[in-house]
């Protein structure tokens, strides 16, 4: 089925520094979306894509929609310490039985920021 | 607008028995998700509902089961509990089944 894979899995950097997650695939996905899970919350939208090489920021957080459609990643720049949490990536299942209103996520980036 | 609020925020239960778990969406939100969020994994689509009926299901066994209301409220039930159910369950809803979603806190469901 399809998959997504999240690299790295975990990062610890220094306040002020920039970050670089990214997302792949095996399959295509016309949809590209990442989140942000703070502790104890539920997963909130950070950035949506829907075209192939569009490039998106919203404030601090830039990311893009592979070429390929298999591949998307986020940058954060000058990192903060409420920054910390885990990022998943995510893309609607391809149509199928059973895959309406299907999100795969990936296993996530943990992110920590050290003051 | 309010946003996506479920019940309760932690449960215990033990193996075998049954639980509800609730979801209130927010309003004109027609369609609504549930998933399982296991510890250290991304969340996995159990199945949504759109207008009261189910409109597309996960890998999810028939003790995974259920509900959308009227009034933008939902259930999941989830019968004959195992010890794997543990997980955080997310309940997110959207004004159509195309549309971007809110995700509520969770449940943390814990199985002993």
């Known amino acids: 089925g399809q998959q997504l894979n999240q690299s790295p899995q975990s990062m610890f950097i220094q306040e002020g520094e920039d970050v670089s997650m990214n997302c792949t695939s095996s399959?295509?996905?016309?949809?590209w979306l990442w989140y942000k899970q703070d502790p104890g919350e539920g997963p909130v939208l950070l950035i949506a894509?829907?075209?192939?090489?569009e490039l998106t920021s919203n404030g601090r957080l830039t990311a893009q929609f592979g070429i390929t459609r298999k591949d998307s990643f986020l940058n954060i720049s000058a990192s903060i310490p409420s920054d910390v949490g885990i990022y998943f990536c995510?893309?609607?299942?391809?149509?199928?039985?059973?895959?309406?209103?299907?999100?795969?996520f990936g296993q996530g980036t943990t992110l920590q920021v050290k003051p | 607008e309010t946003g996506v609020t479920q019940s309760p925020t932690h449960l215990i239960k033990t193996r075998g028995q049954q639980v509800t778990l609730r979801c209130s969406s927010q309003s004109g939100h027609n369609t609504v998700s549930w998933y399982q969020q296991a510890l250290g994994q991304g969340p996995q689509f159990i199945f949504q509902y759109y207008r009261e009926e189910e409109n597309g299901r996960g890998n999810f066994p028939p003790r995974f089961s259920g509900l959308q209301f009227p009034n933008y409220s939902s259930e999941l039930n989830v019968n004959a509990l195992e010890l794997d159910d543990s997980a955080l369950y997310l309940c997110?809803?959207?004004?159509?089944?195309?549309?971007?979603?809110?995700f509520g806190s969770g449940t943390r469901l814990t199985v002993v």
């Open positions: 894509l829907y075209k192939a090489g």
């Open positions: 399959s295509i996905f016309n949809t």
């Open positions: 997110a809803s959207s004004r159509g089944t195309g549309e971007g979603y809110t």
């Open positions: 995510a893309g609607p299942a391809s149509l199928g039985s059973g895959n309406t209103g299907k999100l795969i």
